[in-house]
């Protein structure tokens, strides 16, 4: 009797695995007409919320962006453009009125100037949504009619539109979320974008499905699925093996692997992150003197560290604000001013002949490669003789020390622009932000920023924040080395070209 | 018997809070969720304001004794990032993890079983150094690197198995392999050594002098016998089951509580941190009480009085 229930087990097993075999076989080699249709898109992490409003997250806005409309959007060429607004007009300066176009919503109701006063005052107001810190500077939103709705800022605001283009404006349904409430709207969410939600299996994947009632043009992909796969190597094992379409993220060690196989490509974009050292001009530290840290600067090949490290990934800056985002200063960009001699010479005219010692706090795993930069770093400095004491610290360790401003002399973080304007970046050098960090005091630089805030005219602000650009250049309270590249692995049967603010419309994504 | 069984239920009060205190210090001590959860250029002072939101400003211990009584209502508190009951959010990953863990307990009886027997059967053979050696290897051998490899023989090189997800059983076919692989190697040592003693007892020899056939003699008698022990570690390889879990749902990206727990952690959620580690602690103990409970059925002669 036992026998036979063990050979009838192994007998089932068996069985079971051929039939799995086979199932397997279908799915791989299928191609159905459906199945030629799915966008499938694989992320090295779950969205952090469904709610675009606290998400605050590239994984998270390359589903919202698709899911939800703002007022504007960043087009292609990254230039700003009316998404649900139809037309806007600026009355004074702090009362804008804009005209929504007919748009739906994925429930079949219409997008009013209620719910846009409804979605702007949401995360105007609740201080525990990630995106508020943004939204400070928005004073009120008046409804004035169905379609027409105003928006007052808190004095002239040159970035308005910037901002309503950015993740956290997204435009929510008011009658069904305050029927629902938070928890009934994260079980189904409801946008006016061309995708609409099917599912969220949480650690695992979102699935949208087309809305064929959109405004604008109709969707192209009959299902997108966007999966989370934490593991590096299997986010790409699904890419060789066709599981994905497009694999986002993929780690220095794999490049080569990606490259080499054939069916994909290995797609590198900029991003607005530029890697850069923040210096102490506090009194008390030998970076206070001016001419160190122009040492410091000179002793570091940017140029060096793109080819050798990065291999090519990147481009070496003087700045925080890279080509494509407003107030940008294009002679700070791939440029360098390595000079070795030099900085041993301003070493010595600073009264230290025989080098300087220092310490140097540097994240590992946070961002790519950030631990062999900096240890290529310590070598170059150690040319000039600066003695650079390097402190690797492990993500969440670093976070801490770069949070609470314990850092001795240099830190190297990488600090991106969520609003594509310089003044996102630039606000660093303003007195009270500087404080406790790189404690720079420049009355130039505070003017000019200040300024350009309330400046509307749009030449002129350029201006002003291309000069600040250049005095932080030479004063070096930070000390820039590269704009951080983003890798993607892409199917060779899609045609995707990478964004500079690393978000992907589905509809932009062509099959070949 | 009941008197046990009520002492050995009381029991898991306590072990339960100190758990939770455990995982509350530390996680307390891994630093400040909010630095996750804005941007590096936050300013201080937006900083603080979602750490006063989130009610993260209150010094350790009222931040405890409000933990401990949610927990005592039954409420772990709010997942930061999903922005949920943590519990329901635990309790939704259980079936995947259930699924994994029983598929890899399949795996590792059909590979222990024969493998076990065949050994003892042929002790000291070469087959059975062999299958000796090769089970200290598989009890050695890292999840994340059998993972790894699995994934890259089977799944990228030779296309038999899908790469990674949850979805039909073959999905589940690889995972279950490395995560039942560890358990194997030790079931089949321990087979292996239940039947060799058993072999050499004085009734299996009678039966041996008075013809009894060898199969029947390895699989009805002896076979049965060496069973009890396996039954302990099977129960007891469920805290192996999930700590391997954590990292073989990793790697496949498999949406079980395993997968839950190491994301929670990178994130410092500590209420889904909590929830998960409180259920996860709860099913080992209850599971380690029904082994007990049923190794007493197995084996009479056990007496908990």
């Known amino acids: 009797m036992k026998k036979v229930n063990l050979f009838s087990i192994g007998l089932l097993i068996l069985v079971l695995l051929v039939f799995a075999g086979c199932s397997n076989e279908g799915e791989t080699a299928g191609g159905s007409e459906e199945e030629s249709n799915t966008l499938v898109l694989a992320q090295a992490a779950d969205i952090p919320s469904i709610d675009p409003q606290n998400s605050l997250s590239t994984t998270g806005d390359r589903v919202h962006r698709n899911m939800f409309s703002r007022l504007f959007m960043w087009d292609n060429e990254l230039a700003l453009q009316e998404d649900?607004?139809?037309?806007?007009?600026?009355?004074?300066?702090?009362?804008?009125?804009?005209?929504?176009?007919?748009?739906?919503?994925?429930?079949?109701?219409?997008?009013?100037?209620?719910?846009?006063?409804?979605?702007?005052?949401?995360?105007?107001?609740?201080?525990?949504?990630?995106?508020?810190?943004?939204?400070?500077?928005?004073?009120?939103?008046?409804?004035?009619?169905?379609?027409?709705?105003?928006?007052i800022t808190e004095g002239p605001m040159p970035t308005l539109l910037n901002l309503l283009a950015k993740s956290g404006s997204d435009i929510l349904p008011k009658a069904y979320f305050e029927e629902v409430g938070i928890e009934g709207f994260q079980e189904k969410p409801i946008g006016s974008g061309p995708y609409q939600f099917a599912e969220w299996i949480r650690d695992d994947r979102v699935t949208l499905v087309p809305f064929e009632d959109y405004y604008g043009d109709k969707p192209k992909w009959e299902k997108v699925e966007v999966r989370a796969i934490p593991e590096s190597s299997t986010r790409v094992g699904e890419l060789l093996t066709g599981g994905v379409d497009i694999a986002t993220d993929i780690p220095p060690n794999e490049w080569e692997r990606v490259e080499s196989e054939s069916g994909v490509d290995l797609i590198n974009g900029e991003t607005t992150r530029v890697s850069l050292l923040m210096v102490r001009t506090t009194e008390g530290y030998v970076t206070s003197d001016p001419k160190v840290r122009e040492a410091i600067d000179l002793a570091i090949d940017q140029q060096a560290i793109v080819d050798s490290v990065l291999q090519g990934t990147g481009v070496p800056v003087r700045t925080r604000v890279p080509e494509g985002v407003f107030g940008t200063n294009p002679d700070l960009t791939n440029t360098r001013v390595y000079d070795v001699e030099r900085a041993k010479e301003l070493l010595a005219e600073a009264g230290h002949p025989d080098g300087i010692d220092i310490t140097f706090t540097s994240s590992r795993g946070r961002y790519p490669l950030d631990s062999e930069v900096a240890q290529l770093i310590v070598s170059m400095l150690s040319e000039a003789g600066i003695n650079a004491e390097l402190k690797l610290l492990e993500s969440s360790a670093f976070l801490d020390e770069y949070n609470s401003k314990s850092n001795e002399e240099l830190i190297m973080i990488g600090l991106a622009d969520g609003l594509l304007d310089a003044s996102y970046s630039l606000v660093h050098y303003t007195e009270e932000r500087a404080a406790g960090?790189?404690?720079?005091?420049?009355?130039?630089?505070?003017?000019?920023?200040?300024?350009?805030?309330?400046?509307?005219?749009?030449?002129?602000?350029?201006?002003?924040?291309?000069?600040?650009q250049e005095i932080v250049a030479e004063e070096r309270p930070h000390i820039f080395l590269y704009q951080n590249a983003v890798n993607y692995g892409v199917s060779e049967n899609i045609t995707f070209t990478p964004r500079l603010d690393e978000a992907i419309r589905f509809d932009d994504l062509t099959k070949k | 018997?009941?008197?046990?069984?009520?002492?050995?239920?009381?029991?898991?009060?306590?072990?339960?809070?100190?758990?939770?205190?455990?995982?509350?210090?530390?996680?307390?001590?891994?630093?400040?969720?909010?630095?996750?959860?804005?941007?590096?250029?936050?300013?201080?002072?937006?900083?603080?304001?979602?750490?006063?939101?989130?009610?993260?400003?209150?010094?350790?211990?009222?931040?405890?004794?409000?933990?401990?009584?949610?927990?005592?209502?039954?409420?772990?508190?709010?997942?930061?990032?999903?922005?949920?009951?943590?519990?329901?959010?635990?309790?939704?990953?259980?079936?995947?993890?259930?699924?994994?863990?029983?598929?890899?307990?399949?795996?590792?009886?059909?590979?222990?079983?024969?493998?076990?027997?065949?050994?003892?059967?042929?002790?000291?053979s070469l087959v059975d150094l062999f299958i000796t050696g090769g089970s200290v290897l598989g009890k050695a051998m890292p999840n994340f690197w059998l993972g790894i490899l699995l994934i890259l023989l089977f799944a990228v090189n030779i296309q038999v198995f899908p790469v990674s997800g949850r979805g039909t059983i073959v999905h589940m076919i690889l995972p279950a392999i490395t995560l039942g692989t560890g358990i194997a190697a030790e079931m089949t040592r321990l087979i292996r050594s239940n039947m060799l003693e058993i072999l050499n007892q004085d009734y299996i020899r009678t039966a041996r002098s008075k013809g009894v056939s060898s199969n029947i003699l390895v699989y009805k008698h002896a076979f049965r016998n060496s069973l009890i022990p396996v039954v302990t570690i099977m129960g007891l390889q469920v805290s192996h089951l999930v700590s391997g879990a954590l990292i073989t749902e990793s790697v496949f990206s498999w949406p079980g509580i395993g997968l839950l727990l190491v994301q929670a952690v990178n994130g410092r959620d500590m209420a889904v941190v909590q929830a998960a580690v409180f259920v996860i602690a709860l099913l080992v103990i209850v599971v380690n009480l029904i082994t007990d409970l049923i190794y007493r059925l197995l084996d009479p002669r056990i007496n908990y009085s």
């Open chain 1, 437 to 468: 960090q790189t404690d720079y005091k420049n009355g130039e630089v505070e003017g000019l920023f200040n300024a350009a805030g309330q400046n509307l005219d749009e030449e002129e602000r350029t201006e002003q924040y291309q000069l600040i």
């Open chain 1, 84 to 151: 649900l607004v139809d037309t806007y007009e600026q009355i004074d300066d702090e009362t804008w009125e804009f005209t929504l176009k007919k748009a739906t919503f994925h429930d079949g109701e219409t997008v009013t100037a209620e719910d846009v006063k409804f979605s702007l005052e949401r995360v105007m107001t609740d201080e525990t949504l990630k995106e508020y810190p943004y939204f400070k500077q928005l004073k009120e939103v008046n409804v004035k009619d169905e379609q027409t709705v105003q928006i």
């Open chain 2, 1 to 124: 018997m009941k008197k046990y069984l009520v002492k050995r239920l009381l029991q898991i009060i306590p072990v339960l809070f100190i758990i939770s205190f455990v995982v509350f210090v530390l996680v307390y001590m891994a630093g400040d969720p909010v630095a996750l959860m804005l941007p590096e250029d936050a300013s201080e002072s937006d900083r603080e304001a979602m750490r006063a939101a989130l009610g993260l400003t209150d010094p350790f211990y009222i931040q405890y004794f409000r933990f401990v009584g949610d927990l005592v209502q039954g409420n772990f508190g709010t997942s930061f990032r999903y922005n949920q009951a943590a519990l329901p959010l635990v309790l939704e990953r259980l079936p995947a993890t259930f699924e994994l863990a029983a598929a890899s307990m399949v795996v590792a009886t059909l590979m222990a079983v024969p493998l076990g027997i065949y050994s003892a059967r042929k002790q000291n």
